[in-house]
């Protein structure tokens, strides 16, 4: 069982560690809404 | 065909998952050639077949079963081999084993001299191997043994679906939270982003729907493949639904920086998780419902001390065989039923008969396989092993009885037989209904509902309902003592409104019983009975025999007699100690000339009492009375009074003078006796108080009554558990005691309750869920929840009759 339980744990690991890298390097910042930059523009 | 040339099988499978694929299995077993009989028994996983040999075989059931998409489970044994010398002995060993009917495969390793045997245990037995080997010239020796290889099977299963759970539970958990983060009444818990990203849902939902799930997938195949459909195709159906639209719309989220996206990874995971965690509970209850069999099994010893070519050795309790000598020393539990050839002990039989009082045995006596040798050193002669013991005997009555179909049980199969194909048509009419007219367009919340009709309607809970009552109460039977022959006897024994019950050995203990000792004023008792035990010594009429009991038991040593002489019908003419002894009936005084009338008015009393009472004259002059007669067991008044309060009518049949019978039902408490009947006019009263519209049950000791014990509703052998007498009954009252009767029917009263206890909640979950599913009130993990929930439940209801208590006395099982 314990066996199980740390497979399931180290795949858990992998798939938020893939993320993070892939959230630090790689994603898009987020489009700041339309509205808002018009309002900085005045 | 006859019955007779019928030959049964009993196969364990594996691969059943609910109802439909048990129902498939027989069905597909019922359709071949030279079947006459085949039911599947989902919980005990094993099928039954009654079949034509000269037709089919057990290859084609095996071959039938592995077609249909399961597996017939069969048990290894391994075997230390001696004598063999070259390839050529192997092979011949293999050759030799592999010929035995039952044995699927044999191995044998020359250079490590051991054989691996594959077979079905109904079918052979490890000593038939054994004797096969050493038929062929070889020894063989048993490496393990059977019941543990079994364990083992079950619980390295256990313990794998165990940690399939625990995988699925740590990936579904995230995916869990990300759900949280939709409710309006838990939007105030914190999800964090990585959670709610429809990539990350897909990398943690993907090991849980096709690693964990994959069983599921290969079931439903294995079922759409023969046409038929179970519990995994709903599940795979549902769960598949769920994970595909998700990850349809995951791919639809590219580019639109997709967190606003509807996904059911979370659905499709928690169902997962939750149904194998329903399955583990199933798992285990299971086997816990064959504790009774387990507790029997432990009653065994494991090895036992024989006697070979001169030497004392331990061996397997396997490889004892017929004609073995076979010490037991004092504390040790005696291995196989045999008879005593040297030695005297108490046996404490407790375990098989219920008597708490050890029982003293000596040279000429049997024994039982698995009782306890007490006190004594103690050499026997095996006279039955392996399935021919009393304790096999009686592990098969309980397994079968566990194995076999109530009749109130066909129905809910025929139902979940034909569940699936319907509920799949509910699903997808209520998607067309919510996609069409309630919410037009919304595919994601039709399929929603799709998935919670699919899955809320699996059927095992029905399929459980019944088999799982049947074992666990049948089980529980035998530990009061009760040995139910089939589910439909448990299920009709609580019907019985009226109770026959024989007299001799029934009602009384069936022995004649020393009872009465009067003598004239001038002889001295213990004198007298020292002189009548004396001369009856050398008799061997049970009369006698009760007499001289009678008188040890008192303390008083006897002598030898130095003559004696049976005078058949008259009695017994002995010289003792220089005195002259007559001892019989009335016309033996008569024949001496010996003046009796001052005995007559006693006489008289003691017989219309139903007392068989003996004049002795000694040196010519009357002396005194010895009666003897058969004593009412202490517990019948008691076991009848309970009967009465059950609403039972319970009349007493005898072969007896009416006078004798009346005192006799009187003093027990029976209201009404039939008397001066013969043997075989038993059957005809029990049919006649039946033609008068009563469910009868008759109670005999199972070998003179049993034309009465067929004819009844119910034929009850009151034995002792040694006695194969079970054959002639339905039921098996193994203590001697008539307190087993009320036991019997409170047992199957309680089984009932419990088996409509199951149906009606199986019924009202599977009514109750689907519409409410479809109307759209229950989301699809609740659902599988709920579905976990149900099988679970059922179970454990039904387990709740392993703790039942009908009476104050059940049985030592504690090995």
């Known amino acids: 069982m314990k066996k199980w339980a740390g497979a399931a744990i180290a795949y858990l690991v992998l798939v938020m560690a893939c993320y993070a890298a892939y959230d630090s390097f790689w994603a898009k910042p987020e489009p700041i809404p339309h509205d808002i930059e018009i309002e900085n523009h005045e | 065909m006859g019955d007779a040339a019928l030959k049964e099988v ?12 048990s129902s498939r299995i027989e069905k597909g077993l019922n359709k071949l050639d030279g ?44 075997f230390e081999l001696l004598g063999m010398t070259c390839a050529a002995c192997s092979g011949r060993i293999e050759k030799g ?15 490590l001299e051991t054989g691996t045997v594959e ?3 109904e079918q052979v037995s490890v000593q038939d191997m054994i004797k096969k080997v050493e038929h062929l010239g070889y020894q063989a020796k048993v490496k393990t043994h059977k019941d543990q290889e079994i364990e083992g099977y079950r619980e390295k299963e256990i313990e794998k679906q165990k940690g399939k759970f625990i995988f699925s539970l740590i990936l579904s958990i995230p995916l869990f939270w990300s759900m949280v983060g939709h409710f309006e009444f838990t939007s105030f818990i914190y999800v964090p982003d990585m959670f709610m990203n429809p990539w990350v849902q897909l990398a943690l939902a993907a090991p849980v729907q096709f690693f964990i799930g994959k069983q599921f997938y290969v079931g439903a195949y294995k079922a759409l493949k023969n046409k038929s459909a179970n519990m995994d195709v709903l599940v795979a159906l549902g769960t598949s639904a769920a994970f595909f639209y998700s990850l349809y719309q995951s791919f639809l989220s590219i580019g639109s920086n997709g967190h606003m996206v509807e996904l059911y990874y979370e659905t499709s995971a928690i169902l997962i998780t939750l149904i194998i965690l329903g399955k583990l509970f199933e798992a285990r209850a299971k086997g816990r419902s064959s504790e009774a069999i387990k507790k029997l099994m432990g009653l065994q010893a494991k090895t036992a001390t024989v006697l070979r070519e001169g030497e004392e050795i331990e061996i397997p309790l396997e490889e004892v065989i017929a004609g073995d000598i076979i010490y037991v020393k004092p504390g040790e539990k005696i291995p196989v039923d045999g008879e005593i050839i040297e030695g005297q002990s108490a046996l404490d039989e407790s375990m098989l ?75 997808v009419v209520t998607f067309l209904v919510w996609y069409i007219w309630v919410s037009p367009g919304n595919f994601a919340e039709a399929l929603e509902k799709l998935i919670a009709v699919l899955v809320i309607a699996c059927p095992c809970a029905l399929g459980l309902a019944t088999p799982t009552s049947i074992m666990a109460g049948s089980g529980r039977a035998a530990e009061y003592g009760v040995l139910f022959k089939g589910g439909e006897h448990l299920e009709f024994t609580h019907e019985i409104t009226t109770v026959v019950l024989d007299k001799t050995g029934t009602v009384t203990h069936g022995k004649p019983v020393l009872t009465d000792v009067l003598t004239e004023a001038r002889v001295e008792e213990r004198a007298f009975l020292q002189l009548v035990g004396s001369a009856e010594k050398q008799s061997e009429h049970p009369l006698a025999e009760a007499i001289v009991k009678g008188i040890k038991d008192k303390g008083i040593t006897l002598f030898n007699p130095q003559e004696f002489e049976a005078i058949p019908g008259y009695g017994i003419k002995a010289k003792v100690e220089g005195k002259n002894l007559l001892i019989g009936s009335r016309r033996l005084m008569d024949k001496y000339d010996i003046n009796v009338k001052s005995a007559k008015l006693e006489m008289e009393t003691l017989e219309e009492n139903g007392k068989t009472a003996m004049l002795v004259a000694v040196d010519g002059k009357y002396a005194g009375i010895v009666a003897v ?23 007493m049949i005898t072969g007896d003078n009416k006078r004798t019978a009346q005192a006799i039902a009187e003093e027990v ?36 009554d049993a034309p009465a014990l067929a004819v009844a509703d119910i034929g009850m052998a009151i034995g002792t558990g040694t006695d194969v007498a079970m054959e002639a009954a339905d039921i098996t009252l193994m203590r001697g005691d008539l307190n087993s009767i009320a036991d019997a029917i409170l047992m199957s009263k309680k089984t009932i309750r419990n088996i409509k206890q199951n149906l009606f909640w199986a019924f009202a979950y599977n009514t109750l869920g689907i519409p409410v599913a479809a109307i759209g009130f229950l989301a699809p993990w609740l659902a599988g929840a709920a579905m976990a929930f149900s099988s679970v439940s059922v179970v454990l209801n039904a387990l709740r009759l392993q703790r039942v208590k009908v009476s104050e006395k059940t049985f030592n099982w504690k090995g």
């Not at chain 2, 009993?10 to 694929?21: D, V, Y």
């Not at chain 2, 708490?356 to 009782?371: C, E, L, Q």
């Not at chain 2, 050499?379 to 076999?404: F, M, P």
């Not at chain 2, 007669?629 to 009349?651: C, F, M, P, W, Y």
Request: charged fraction near 25%; include cysteine.
């Open chain 2, 97 to 111: 084993l592999n010929k035995l009917p039952g044995v699927k495969q044999a191995v044998v390793n020359l250079a």
């Open chain 2, 353 to 427: 008969t219920g008597e708490s009082v050890p029982v003293d045995k000596t040279a000429g006596d049997t024994v039982i396989g698995s009782t306890l040798n007490k006190n004594g050193f103690l050499k026997i002669k095996a006279t039955k092993v392996g399935k021919d013991t009393a304790l096999s005997q009686i592990i098969k009555v309980v397994e079968e009885a566990q194995g076999s179909k109530a009749p109130i049980q066909r129905m809910a199969d025929k139902i979940s037989g034909i569940f699936v194909p319907i509920v799949v048509s509910i699903a």
């Open chain 2, 119 to 121: 077979y079905n245990p």
């Open chain 2, 629 to 651: 007669a058969d004593t009412i067991k202490e517990t019948s008044r008691n076991a009848i009074n309970r009967l009465k309060q059950l609403g039972i009518e319970v009349i």
């Open chain 2, 10 to 21: 009993h196969l364990p499978i594996s691969g059943m998952t609910c109802a439909a694929c």
């Open chain 2, 669 to 704: 408490g029976i209201d009404f006796a039939i008397a001066e009947v013969l043997p075989e006019g038993k059957a005809e009263e029990v049919k006649k108080l039946q033609n008068q519209g009563k469910k009868v049950a008759m109670v005999g000791d199972g070998i003179n």
């Open chain 2, 35 to 78: 079947v006459h009989e085949a039911s599947v028994n989902l919980a005990l996983e094993k099928a039954a077949i009654k079949y034509n040999p000269g037709v089919t075989s057990v290859e084609a059931f095996e071959k039938k079963i592995e077609d249909l998409g399961y597996a017939v489970v069969s048990e290894k044994a391994e």
